[in-house]
């Protein structure tokens, strides 16, 4: 007699087993290993409960060099790696401004392109950069090939700050599945009706804030600073019809270039510097409010000296254990670098101290970049050289656990900004576009 089948699993119990795996990586090496198991992996309600229970790994940092894929050591490197080519390529979103430096005239010296200025969930926020004409009179003091003392009309190019709102372009892509959308650009008279010179345009993703797991449509905010005024112009993509917010307060933040997102809503701190409170916008309301930040401990964090380059990193800002605001301060005293872990617990009013966490010794300087899916990540630098290869580091807040994430080519003293990217393999998550 023939010796009977080997008794098969129910999908259900495979399931039970396959949802308990620790790491994505365990998930793809269980799907390789015949296809029913594969089948049960792939079924879109497995993935949505896998996602549900597990955060998306951490794959490395974007910026406007490219994808710094996370290196080995770090338990994400072989993802990382094998995702790299997608992650760092947005050349499957089309050019969409036909613009080039005259000669002699460069950008960053690479040209007119696509590069990312956000990343949430799984989606990328993609900007055009480029430089603008505009058509402006040589005065008596300027140098022209027609003399010194004359005044003429000559083509100048303008950074992209100096701009109007209407003149920026945006895209919104998922560099795993190669989707993107392009965003059509601020209407002109919408872009006008502030009235003002515009000097700080920051480009942003809402952040979804749901836990169902499913494709939500996707929010982009623009916070605009203008001489007196600060607008939002919003793009939900369920309309992709952009319209204008001018919030009743104007925030008295000198700069809001650093920032960190908690609980669907952001958080601004000035990048250099205590000031004293925190800038908060609800991205479910559209509305700002404000936290007092010089209470309790950080009233002496604030008055330490601070021997970094007489500048201080960004207080990266989180939401911490039972829900309470904790921000990570950092601090150099006597050459060495630490973290200052706060809280603002139980409707407090007052800061306190939870910890104070030493940084690796062997850096002349560390920054701090932002803080994303419940790890803060900062940088270190060698002393003496302008350009040079910096460590990047995370830190998991709830445990304090440290990790290098990698090594890449920085300019130390005007560091591009730094973008970590989470994803699921596209074995586990659905096209975000």
Same mark, same amino acid.
């Given at each position: 007699?023939? *010796?009977?089948?080997?008794?098969?699993?129910? $999908?259900?119990?495979?399931?039970?087993?396959?949802?308990?795996?620790?790491? &994505?990586?365990?998930?793809?090496? =269980?799907?390789?290993?015949?296809?029913?198991?594969?089948?049960?992996?792939?079924?879109?309600?497995?993935?949505?409960?896998?996602?549900?229970?597990?955060?998306?790994?951490?794959?490395?940092?974007? !910026?406007?060099?490219?994808?710094?894929?996370?290196?080995?050591?770090?338990?994400?490197?072989?993802?990382?790696?094998?995702?790299?080519?997608?992650?760092?390529?947005?050349?499957? #979103?089309?050019?969409?401004?036909?613009?080039?430096?005259?000669?002699?005239?460069?950008?960053?010296? @690479?040209?007119?392109?696509?590069?990312?200025?956000?990343?949430? $969930?799984?989606? #990328?926020? %993609?900007?055009?950069?480029?430089?603008?004409?505009?058509?402006?009179?040589?005065?008596?003091?300027?140098?022209?090939?027609?003399?010194?003392?004359?005044?003429?009309?000559?083509?100048?190019?303008?950074?992209?700050?100096?701009?109007?709102?209407?003149?920026?372009?945006?895209?919104?892509?998922?560099?795993?599945?190669?989707?993107?959308?392009?965003?059509?650009?601020?209407?002109?008279?919408?872009?006008?009706?502030?009235?003002?010179?515009?000097?700080?345009?920051?480009?942003? %993703?809402?952040? /979804?804030?749901?836990? $169902?797991?499913? @494709?939500?449509?996707?929010?982009? +905010?623009?916070?605009?600073?203008?001489?007196?005024?600060?607008?939002?112009?919003?793009?939900?993509?369920?309309?992709?019809?952009?319209?204008?917010? @001018?919030?009743?307060?104007?925030?008295?933040?000198?700069?809001?270039?650093?920032?960190?997102?908690?609980?669907?809503?952001? /958080?601004?701190?000035?990048?250099?510097?205590?000031? !004293?409170?925190?800038?908060?916008? $609800?991205?479910?309301?559209?509305?700002?409010?404000?936290?007092?930040?010089?209470?309790?401990?950080?009233? @002496?964090?604030?008055?330490?000296?601070?021997?970094?380059?007489?500048?201080?990193?960004?207080?990266?800002?989180?939401?911490?254990?039972?829900?309470?605001?904790?921000?990570?301060?950092?601090?150099?005293?006597?050459?060495?670098?630490? +973290?200052?872990?706060?809280?603002?617990? /139980?409707?407090?009013?007052?800061?306190?101290?939870?910890?104070? +966490?030493?940084?690796?010794?062997?850096?002349?300087?560390?920054?701090?970049?932002?803080? =994303?899916?419940?790890?803060?990540?900062?940088?270190?630098?060698?002393?003496?050289?302008?350009?040079?290869?910096?460590?990047?580091?995370?830190?998991? #807040?709830?445990?304090?656990?440290?990790?290098?994430?990698?090594?890449?080519?920085? /300019?130390?003293?005007?560091?591009?900004? *730094?973008? &970590?990217?989470?994803?699921?393999?596209?074995?586990?998550?659905?096209?975000? +576009?």
């Amino acid at each position: 007699m023939a *010796a009977p089948p080997p008794p098969t699993i129910p $999908d259900e119990l495979l399931e039970e087993i396959f949802i308990r795996l620790p790491t &994505p990586d365990a998930l793809a090496r =269980a799907s390789a290993a015949c296809t029913s198991f594969r089948r049960v992996i792939k079924g879109r309600a497995f993935r949505r409960r896998f996602r549900t229970l597990h955060r998306p790994p951490f794959l490395g940092f974007m !910026d406007a060099g490219g994808f710094h894929p996370a290196q080995a050591p770090h338990p994400s490197a072989p993802l990382a790696g094998a995702l790299a080519p997608s992650a760092a390529d947005f050349s499957f #979103v089309p050019a969409v401004v036909s613009s080039s430096s005259p000669p002699g005239v460069q950008d960053d010296g @690479e040209g007119p392109r696509w590069r990312p200025c956000d990343v949430r $969930d799984g989606r #990328v926020l %993609l900007d055009w950069r480029s430089l603008y004409p505009v058509t402006s009179k040589c005065g008596p003091t300027a140098k022209t090939e027609i003399g010194d003392n004359e005044l003429c009309d000559r083509l100048t190019w303008t950074k992209r700050e100096h701009c109007n709102a209407a003149d920026f372009h945006l895209a919104v892509c998922d560099p795993l599945s190669s989707r993107y959308v392009l965003l059509p650009t601020i209407p002109e008279d919408l872009a006008a009706q502030p009235q003002e010179c515009l000097w700080d345009f920051q480009a942003v %993703l809402a952040p /979804n804030t749901t836990d $169902d797991g499913e @494709e939500q449509p996707f929010k982009v +905010i623009c916070v605009a600073r203008y001489t007196t005024k600060l607008v939002l112009f919003v793009l939900p993509s369920t309309t992709m019809q952009w319209y204008m917010l @001018e919030p009743p307060i104007f925030p008295s933040l000198e700069h809001m270039s650093c920032f960190d997102c908690v609980r669907g809503c952001f /958080n601004w701190t000035q990048p250099a510097g205590w000031s !004293d409170h925190l800038m908060v916008l $609800d991205t479910r309301t559209m509305r700002f409010s404000t936290v007092d930040l010089l209470t309790g401990c950080h009233v @002496e964090l604030s008055n330490l000296p601070d021997k970094s380059r007489g500048r201080r990193s960004l207080n990266a800002v989180v939401m911490g254990r039972g829900g309470a605001l904790e921000i990570f301060p950092l601090v150099c005293q006597h050459g060495s670098f630490a +973290i200052y872990h706060t809280s603002l617990k /139980n409707n407090s009013q007052q800061w306190k101290l939870e910890k104070i +966490i030493q940084l690796p010794g062997q850096y002349h300087s560390i920054c701090t970049m932002r803080a =994303a899916e419940g790890f803060l990540f900062f940088r270190g630098a060698p002393e003496g050289i302008h350009f040079a290869n910096v460590d990047c580091y995370s830190m998991e #807040v709830k445990t304090y656990e440290i990790t290098k994430v990698c090594t890449k080519m920085e /300019n130390t003293f005007n560091p591009r900004r *730094a973008l &970590p990217y989470f994803s699921f393999p596209p074995l586990l998550s659905e096209p975000t +576009i």
